[in-house]
């Protein structure tokens, strides 16, 4: 059983990779992305691709260390709905969809 400070940390530290990842879907443009969403293509998977070689060692140091916190990328997933409300039902309903950007994500950090 984790403690209340711990799960304030967990929540917080969510809630902070949310925000960024947020950033960076709204730099690219919300509704590029919303497009290329409901086509089904990753948005994650899309962003990953177009990041440096050095940003993208950063971006799996960053994740290795939330998932070494017990956060999850579901649960970061999660919070990027709750934060971008415009996207929520693009990656709840579409068929797939959420199972197929938690695997982009797998992919990435096993380094495929």
Known sequence: M?????RVARHLLTIRAAKEIKKEIEQAGVENLKILAEKGVSLIGTYL????PKEQEEH?????????RGITP??????VSRQMPE???????????????LQK??????GA
């Open 2 to 6: 984790i403690g209340f400070t711990q």
């Open 74 to 79: 579901e649960m970061v997933l999660d919070e």
């Open 60 to 68: 799996r140091h960053n994740f290795n260390f939330l998932i070494a």
């Open 87 to 101: 996207l929520a039902p693009i990656i709840a309903g579409k068929e797939g969809y959420r199972k197929a950007e």
């Open 105 to 110: 994500i797998s992919e990435f950090l096993k």
């Open 49 to 52: 691709q177009g990041c440096s």
